[in-house]
């Protein structure tokens, strides 16, 4: 395993002029060795730029890619001794199962008994003990990508595995077992592991480490609470969660505070000044007394039930916010008026779009 290090900003333009043409803008990160990373954003963040950087299929137009203190800027993939796991299972159909797993190892002369030691061990990890003599021609997608997943984390002398999406064709059911799988293969092999995807369920759940990304942008790097409960930036509030974070405009000036335009009486510790926003889940955002700090008037314009809670959505003057509320609680009906409880202890204060409080 390796301590990787990035110093590097990649366009795959000639003369880039612009942050418009840069796949990744100057950044500087670090994985530690033996973690669980994950890189999460929308399509054409740069999420598999980065990832690809790591692995030395694309070299950076700008900087350099340390392993250990070494640079390896210009290595080739094989010189810097990385697996990769793709989005789409690449294996020899007509090998077995067995053999597949035991390939790496064979093309760099393991021996017999360390082989089937090791795909032994890989395969039980995987459940795919009962399929080891079986031609791969034969399987499933989903156990294709187990094996093209096991042939990535069979070798323990990897500097990093790196996965790209590498459970897009994995049947949906399928993906909560195999995201456990890799959770406890890492525990138990301490492999740093790096994980390319857009589904934050994935990421939050897989990964001790967090990077969200937007425009060649890392926003924000941090476990699964820090990004759900004080995201550093608006886009990270709302990309994190489901439904994402509620965003109200509000100004406070002189001890005078408006939310989306409504005068509210401030509390007394709230002392950011001038333009802001407000962030607050529709976990936290609960719907209060017309006379308590802090709450706005709003109308309710759909209420839904979706099985252990209901996402109430109101309009707030220009605003649309959201809250969930669980089934047991009284019910606010479409077309009435509520007041929303707007401030509260886990409201985050955003200026310019970044975190302030």
Request: aromatic share 6%; charged share 20%.
């Amino acid at each position: 395993m390796a301590c990787i290090e990035l110093d590097l900003a990649h366009s795959y333009k000639a003369h880039p002029s612009q942050d418009d043409d840069y796949a990744l803008l100057p950044l500087k990160m670090r994985f530690e060795d033996g973690g669980a990373y994950a890189l999460l954003g929308p399509s054409g963040c740069g999420k598999t730029t980065m990832l690809n950087i790591i692995s030395g299929l694309v070299k950076p137009s700008i900087g350099s890619v340390c392993f250990d203190g070494r640079d390896v800027t210009q290595d080739t993939t094989q010189a810097r001794n990385i697996a990769q796991v793709f989005q789409f299972p690449v294996i020899y159909d007509t090998m077995t199962v067995a053999q597949n797993l035991g390939f790496p190892l064979r093309n760099r002369g393991a021996s017999a008994d360390h082989i089937r030691s090791r795909v032994g061990q890989i395969a039980e990890m995987l459940d795919l003990s009962a399929f080891l003599d079986q031609r791969a021609s034969g399987l499933s997608a989903d156990q294709k990508q187990k094996i093209s997943l096991g042939r990535g984390l069979v070798r323990s002398d990897v500097s990093a595995v790196l996965f790209d999406e590498p459970l897009t064709v994995i049947d949906p059911h399928l993906k909560w077992q195999l995201r456990r799988k890799l959770k406890q293969i890492h525990r138990e092999l301490k492999l740093t592991l790096i994980y390319v995807t857009h589904d934050q369920v994935e990421a939050l759940t897989f990964a001790n480490e967090v990077l969200v990304m937007s425009r060649g942008r890392v926003m924000q790097v941090g476990s699964a609470k820090d990004l759900f409960e004080r995201p550093a930036h608006t886009f990270v509030g709302h990309f994190i969660g489901s439904p994402g974070m509620n965003f109200v405009e509000a100004h406070h000036a002189q001890g005078q505070l408006t939310i989306a335009g409504i005068p509210v009486n401030p509390p007394a510790n709230f002392t950011t000044q001038g333009d802001m926003k407000l962030g607050i889940r529709p976990e936290h955002l609960q719907i209060g007394p017309a006379n308590a700090t802090g709450t706005v008037p709003a109308q309710v314009k759909r209420v839904q039930m979706l099985g252990s809670y209901a996402l109430v959505t109101c309009t707030l003057q220009a605003h649309e916010v959201r809250l969930r509320l669980a089934t047991d609680q009284p019910m606010p009906r479409v077309g009435t008026q509520i007041h929303l409880q707007i401030l509260s202890p886990q409201t985050c204060v955003y200026q310019n779009e970044a975190w302030v409080a």
